[in-house]
């Protein structure tokens, strides 16, 4: 179905969806990227993209077919270099309502995990402390943390808590049925506060 016409450009519904997608993705990839070297060369890589759609559009054929070559090149040395950063896009794609209801989460299955684990660290004597995201977010925690971004397993949740390991101290944040990140900051300077803090902040269940 034909919306309106440019020139000589006839702009059909699924021409806008199709750039609306294309815009959508581009911008949740500058937003994980921003302030990083990765964001300065995407918008150079942007850019020439861009150069080389309007040069065909003009007819341009000697630097369209330049300015082509130069794009196949950058995306494939992007992918390598930025593979960390696609990666999260991909997490974050994986992670909307839309996505969820083709990939459930099995609920219960993650609460005997964590339930497991707790009782495991108890009985070893070890102590943990467990944020578990719902309706607030909890972003700003999470950047204070390493990022893992595995599923939620009794076996990876004991080796964090392990007095050994380099992850040990701090909180570990549960989001969208996976292990989000460990060894976080929680608000406050006193840390036997901190748990009360983050519970009042919203419904975030917290397990020390």
């Not at 054929?61 to 960390?84: M, N, Y």
């Not at 684990?117 to 944020?131: E, H, M, S, T």
């Amino acid at each position: 179905m034909e919306l309106f016409k440019i020139g000589f450009l006839s702009v059909k519904l699924i021409d806008v969806v199709d750039v609306l997608i294309v815009t959508y993705v581009f911008y949740k990839l500058y937003t994980i990227m921003k302030g990083t070297i990765a964001s300065q060369i995407f918008i150079a890589l942007t850019l020439i993209i861009g150069f080389s759609f309007l040069a065909q559009l003009l007819n341009m054929q000697a630097t369209g077919w330049l300015l082509s070559r130069v794009t196949d090149i950058w995306v494939i040395a992007f992918i390598i270099l930025f593979q960390p950063e696609i990666r999260r896009l991909l997490l974050l794609i994986g992670k909307t309502r839309i996505a969820r209801i083709f990939t459930k989460v099995n609920v219960d299955e993650n609460v005997d995990e964590i339930v497991e684990a707790c009782f495991d660290i108890k009985n070893r004597g070890w102590g943990a402390l467990i944020v578990i995201e719902r309706s607030s977010g909890l972003k700003n925690v999470i950047e204070t943390g390493e990022l893992i971004q595995s599923r939620i397993k009794k076996e990876i949740l004991i080796s964090i808590f392990n007095p050994k390991s380099p992850l040990h101290d701090g909180a570990t944040i549960l989001k969208n049925g996976s292990i989000e990140a460990s060894r976080c900051l929680l608000p406050l300077s006193e840390p036997e506060k901190s748990e009360t803090r983050i519970s009042e902040q919203g419904t975030e269940p917290v397990l020390v």
